[in-house]
């Protein structure tokens, strides 16, 4: 099985190659075949981490999830920019304490927490701190509370 994951980006490029030249020449699929090999190889030295994903099964409800706070969190926003007489919104800086260590873990909920709209990751600090910014700031806690137990527990249980 690991050589058939192995053998998908190569494939892959090479099978987009003849896309993008539509042509099946002999120097097309030559130069094709040996792009797909060396972009797959050079792809391979830029990754010096393997993640190890486990219990990928607990992707799907955090997936689910994702979707549905973007879609609710754009609603929020739109009422907020679009709404003339409401204007008291409050932006704001907080930090949230992190306790998960793995880099893909955290880049996913760097992904997570930025791809909601009204929400941008700010910095992660020394300490292992997220600093985010909300748009409308009103409960620290609430925010806290989101991150740590939505987000942060399901991407730990998956990573680590």
């Not at 030295?45 to 969190?73: E, M, N, Q, T, Y």
Request: charged share 20%.
């Amino acid at each position: 099985m690991r050589r058939l994951y192995f053998l998908f980006l190569p494939v892959f490029l090479f099978v987009l190659w003849l896309l993008l030249n539509q042509s099946l020449s002999a120097g097309q699929i030559a130069l094709g075949v040996v792009l797909a090999l060396w972009f797959t190889w050079a792809a391979s030295r830029l990754r010096p981490l393997r993640a190890r994903p486990r219990h990928l099964w607990k992707a799907v409800p955090l997936f689910l999830r994702v979707a549905l706070d973007i879609i609710r969190s754009n609603i929020a926003v739109a009422k907020l920019i679009l709404n003339p007489r409401r204007n008291d919104f409050s932006p704001g800086f907080i930090q949230i304490p992190l306790t998960m260590r793995d880099p893909h873990g955290l880049a996913m909920l760097a992904c997570i927490v930025t791809y909601t709209p009204g929400t941008v990751w700010v910095d992660l600090t020394p300490d292992h701190s997220l600093k985010l910014h909300v748009l409308d700031l009103q409960n620290e806690q609430h925010w806290v509370d989101l991150v740590q137990l939505r987000y942060e527990r399901p991407l730990m249980e998956m990573f680590e």
